[in-house]
């Protein structure tokens, strides 16, 4: 395996005011293979989205180091020496960003929100562009509103753009911070089904979490409390997961409702039971 992302023992302190600081992370030490599915997890204020903001680089942190591998392992480079400007590039075409709000331009419409930094980045000619773009709304279900305003669409309809303006430039990595937070639990659950797509597709995905269901949707799940990481959990693609219910049954099941409902039924199941043994792991550490 390849490592995609690695952080060295990261510090990072915010000035409260004139006299007080706060640490917020502490000598966190992370590594992220190429085509890993990951979720953090942990109470509020423990950190997560500071550690998200710093792997990305889009914060500086006091002390140590981040390395990302942009696809080749002899591509690494190491974040906090990259001028700002070669960070910014790196961040516009290797890395792609969703979050609970999505920051979409409004006077825009959906599909000029998402072809915009195909175009930034200059990497491809604007046709090119403007096709990945109308394929990744056929994709993600949106093409309808590809003319509209952003105003005219569903929170579950802007997180879909939030997520097609992400892959434009074909990142390595995508990374969500809280990107279900704000969706009820049907559009959580599509935009999770997006995001397993993406990653089935080979990108790698870390996302920041409060919702054991999508925690249980990863491959692995890191928890962090008190700007610490403190344990992982691997709950394993849900694909390959059939323990638990026997051929026979699924057999059976198969026959009556057909093939896409057993496998939903399925998926259901290995996710529920995920869910529940992470409900128990978060209680033994008091979350
Ligand atoms: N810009 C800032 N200046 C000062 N303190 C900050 C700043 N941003 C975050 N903090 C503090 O750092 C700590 C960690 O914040 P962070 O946003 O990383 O937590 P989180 O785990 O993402 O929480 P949540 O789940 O609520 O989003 C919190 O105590 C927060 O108040
Ligand atoms: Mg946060």
């Known amino acids: 395996m390849n490592t995609l992302l690695e952080s060295v023992n990261l510090n990072k302190t915010y000035r409260v005011d004139a006299r007080n600081e706060q640490q917020v992370l502490f000598d966190v030490n992370l590594r992220v293979e190429a085509g890993e599915f990951v979720s953090v997890m942990g109470p509020s204020g423990s950190g997560k989205s500071t550690l998200l903001y710093a ?20 591509s690494l480079v190491t974040l906090e020496t990259l001028p700002e400007k070669e960070l910014a590039r790196l961040r516009l075409e290797r890395m792609g960003f969703v979050f609970q709000e999505i920051h979409l331009l409004r006077n825009l419409t959906v ?23 109308r394929a990744l709304l056929e994709r993600t279900g949106i093409a309808e509103l590809a003319g509209r305003r952003i105003t005219q669409a569903s929170g579950g309809q802007l997180q879909r753009v939030g997520i097609c303006r992400a892959l434009i430039n074909e990142p390595d990595i995508l990374f969500g911070d809280e990107p279900t937070g704000a969706l ?35 491959h692995r799940v890191l928890l962090m409390k008190d700007g610490r990481l403190v344990s992982e959990q691997r709950p394993g693609p849900v694909e390959d997961d059939d323990e638990g219910e026997g051929e026979a049954e699924i057999g059976r099941r198969e026959a009556v409702v057909g093939r896409r409902e ?19 792991w978060l209680r033994d550490y008091g979350v």
């Open 55 to 74: 792997l990305c680089g889009m914060d500086r942190v006091d002390s140590g180091s981040v390395r990302f591998a942009g696809g080749t392992p002899e």
């Open 111 to 133: 599909m000029d929100n998402v072809i915009l930094s195909g175009y930034l980045s200059g990497r491809r000619p604007r046709g090119e562009v403007n096709a990945r773009g």
């Open 184 to 218: 009820n639990s049907r559009a959580s659950e599509e935009i999770m089904d997006l995001l397993t797509e993406v990653n089935c597709d080979g990108t790698t995905v870390l996302l920041v979490t409060h919702d054991v269901r999508v925690a249980a949707c990863t």
């Open 262 to 280: 057993a496998e939903i039924g399925r998926r259901e199941a290995v996710v529920g039971r995920r869910e529940a043994a992470l409900m128990e």
